[in-house]
Nanobody, 123 residues
Framework: QVQLVESGGGLVQAGDSLRLSCGASGRIFSGYAMGWFRQAPGKEREFVAAISQNGGSTYYADSVKGRFTISRDNAKNTVYLQMNSLKPEDTAVYYC????????????????WGQGTQVTVSS
């Protein structure tokens, strides 16, 4: 079991930045690739970014490439999502998740999920 807790969400204006954090406890954090997903009202949960176990590989949705950066600190059992140049369409609840098996951009590949943190971007 892995327990995940997100933090860092909030209300910002378009063009601002936020950094989300996700702290993990339980089984060995460094053994999991980690992902960030988001879900806007009335929409499906969608992939945002992911990072390999050692941080050597990162993956991004086209909609956030060049604006968001995922990183991790295995010594602190934490994964981060730095979000720059935020847009109103980035408004959603953001979830971190630990991948167990499957395609890295698919929700079914992740067995452990946090409770989510709200990000609201005003225009």
């Amino acid at each position: 079991q892995v327990q995940l807790v997100e933090s860092g969400g909030g209300l910002v204006q378009a063009g601002d930045s936020l950094r989300l954090s996700c702290g993990a406890s339980g089984r060995i954090f460094s053994g999991y690739a980690m992902g960030w997903f988001r879900q806007a009202p009335g929409k499906e949960r969608e992939f945002v970014a992911a990072i390999s176990q050692n941080g050597g590989s990162t993956y991004y949705a086209d909609s956030v490439k060049g604006r968001f950066t995922i990183s991790r600190d295995n010594a602190k059992n934490t994964v981060y999502l730095q979000m720059n140049s935020l847009k109103p369409e980035d408004t959603a609840v953001y979830y971190c998740a630990a991948r167990t098996w499957g395609p890295i951009s698919e929700t079914h590949a992740y067995a452990y999920w946090g409770q989510g943190t709200q990000v609201t971007v005003s225009s």
